[in-house]
């Protein structure tokens, strides 16, 4: 499986960015998924998830309200839309599997990561 992670990117508070992961080696429809990030210092934690057909979503609470999951699963790409952004969303985000028992996400355990795409939210 290949990830790769792109459109970081340093911004101003109150901007927007939008990431997108092009996923090859598995079929985005068959598997729950997810972004996750990681700023300096920090465990990585998982912010938003995606069903495998798309239909139900989650994010934490950090950033629920402000970011959007989304996923074509023609083009096997998933997407990031990140508004009203913070300094402390500030980090690199690495798109992944996720778990979901039917009604709740959390994350997987990963064997790899792709190398992430750096959000940097400053003025």
């Known amino acids: 499986v290949r990830l790769v992670e792109s459109g970081g990117g340093l911004v101003q508070p109150g901007g927007s960015l939008r990431l997108s992961c092009e996923v090859s080696?598995?079929?985005?429809?068959?598997?729950?998924t997810g972004w996750y990030r990681q700023a300096p210092g920090k465990q990585r934690e998982l912010v938003a998830s995606?069903?495998?057909?798309?239909?139900?979503?989650d994010y934490s609470d950090s950033v629920r309200g402000r970011f959007t999951i989304g996923k074509d699963n023609v083009a096997n790409t998933m997407y990031l839309e990140m508004n009203h952004l913070v300094p402390e969303d500030t980090a690199v985000y690495y798109c992944?599997?996720?778990?979901?028992?039917?009604?709740?996400?959390?994350?997987?355990?990963?064997?790899?990561w792709g190398e992430g795409t750096q959000v940097t939210v400053s003025s």
């Open positions: 992944n599997k996720v778990g979901f028992d039917g009604r709740t996400f959390y994350p997987a355990q990963v064997d790899s």
């Open positions: 080696g598995i079929a985005l429809r068959l598997k729950a």
């Open positions: 995606i069903t495998s057909g798309g239909r139900s979503t």
